[in-house]
């Protein structure tokens, strides 16, 4: 990290690209051997063998009186689950040898058994279930998230898509924001039209969670974002932390009280010249904080309030408070980004960023009738077809990270046999003994 003065005088940020870790050869050994020793499954059978560890396919329950009496149901729900999120119909799923798989019988339980609260239910259990795999508690504890989303053309005729050339071509498509934890387990979404600014939902779907430790630390990839965000983000209890585009033109802001001395910003200190008005947030800080309640009590959604704070690109006084304060929370990302000396705060954010990546690419795998596109023509159809999608994804990373974590259970005895046999003293002491 360096400062570089342009001929103007301008004074300009200059931050190094983060290099790759080198990995050791006993991480790729150990890599492509438990590779090696995953089994093969079927999509259904993998699914039915997840409920065997859950029970997470009880949670679709009739939609009027709440009983699962139906003969049978977990085997209509699985194939629901694969035609939804495989996105290839009720045909290839259909048996009318089969009282479960008949095509009535799947139309009756898609229509009053497999909706988004009972979507929601059956995640939590696999989210709770993944968290409880001993392997996963090196990976995270839950408390750092990414949010990003996924589009998705829509070919059919719909008010709930929106055109967006880049990502659609001529046609109209949607976007499916989704939150992965760093247990890589996807704790939330929801679908929205178009290709919107990223950072006016993410607030919505972090607030509607299906399940998991609420996130600390939610790292975005490149999302909009305003002081405005940063400000509401900071006040709900969450770093929000985006990796920007333009991180060498980010202002840095000082917050400091009339009259009271502060430290220096070190060699930045050319670049921290702009003030935080403290007094405007002291002045709206009780509205600030009923926005708060508002927003977690689920009275108003947080795409609304930031279009109504920052209406026509002149935020109200509520909205340069939230400004103000968002200052402070930027600022504080801004340096941990730049840290030239602990580079733990970027890679966490660039890791988690590549297991979202990941899951996305996943999803595009599982995802692959109809050549990825979505044919649902209303909102809801979209959000249980894509909320089957996830609880999918779900069940095959529970499913991969048990036999993971089984995998190098087996390994690690061999392993530390192994070492001990190569250690220094090894050999002195067996002949000894």
């Known amino acids: 990290m360096s400062l570089d003065v342009l001929p103007n005088g301008r004074v300009k940020l200059n931050v190094e690209k983060l290099g790759a870790l080198s990995e050791p050869k006993s991480l790729a050994w150990l890599r492509k051997r438990v590779e090696k020793m995953l089994p093969k499954i079927d999509l259904p059978d993998l699914l039915f063998e997840a409920h065997s560890w859950t029970g997470f396919l009880d949670a679709f329950v009739h939609l009027g009186d709440g009983t699962t009496r139906m003969k049978d149901l977990p085997t209509s729900v699985v194939a629901l689950l694969v035609s939804e999120a495989c996105n290839i119909g009720m045909t290839p799923v259909t048996d009318p040898g089969h009282e479960a798989l008949t095509r009535s019988r799947l139309v009756h339980v898609d229509q009053f058994y497999l909706r988004a609260d009972t979507i929601a239910s059956a995640n939590a259990a696999l989210i709770e279930a993944q968290a409880e795999v001993p392997i996963v508690q090196f990976w995270g504890a839950g408390l750092l998230a ?162 109504m704070f920052g209406r026509e690109g002149h935020p109200t006084p509520l909205g340069q408070a939230f400004a103000e304060y968002g200052r402070i929370a930027k600022t504080e990302h801004l340096l941990r980004m730049v840290d030239p000396v602990d580079d733990t705060y970027r890679r966490q954010m660039n890791r988690q960023l590549t297991v979202q990546e990941s899951r996305h690419k996943l999803a595009r795998d599982v995802c692959h009738g109809k050549r990825g596109t979505i044919h649902q023509a209303y909102r809801d159809g979209m959000e249980d077809q894509l909320g089957a999608l996830g609880l999918v994804l779900n069940a095959i990373v529970l499913w991969t990270t048990r036999y993971l974590d089984a995998a190098v259970t087996l390994l690690r005895p061999k392993a530390m046999k192994s070492e001990r046999r190569t250690s220094p003293g090894s050999h002195r002491s067996s002949t000894a003994t």
């Not at 055109?163 to 979404?189: C, E, H, M």
């Not at 108003?300 to 309030?305: F, M, Q, T």
């Open 146 to 307: 990414s949010v990003d989303g996924l589009r998705f053309v829509v070919p059919v005729r719909t008010i709930s898509a929106a055109p967006s050339p880049k990502y659609f071509g001529f046609k109209r498509g949607i976007t499916w924001l989704n939150a992965v934890n760093d247990q890589v387990a996807g704790i939330g979404q929801m679908v929205v039209p178009g290709t919107p600014r990223d950072s006016l939902h993410i607030l919505d779907a972090l607030l509607n969670l299906d399940g998991g430790v609420k996130p600390e630390m939610v790292a975005t990839d490149n999302a909009s974002y305003s002081d405005i965000v940063f400000g509401i983000f900071k006040i709900l209890g969450y770093n929000f932390s985006p990796r920007f585009k333009d991180l060498d033109d980010q202002r840095f802001w000082r917050a400091t009280m009339p009259g009271v001395e502060t430290g220096t910003y070190g060699v930045l200190e050319p670049l921290a010249r702009n003030r935080v008005n403290l007094k405007k947030i002291e002045t709206w800080w009780p509205d600030m904080l009923r926005v708060a309640g508002s927003l977690v009590t689920n009275q108003v959604r947080a795409y609304d309030l930031l279009r």
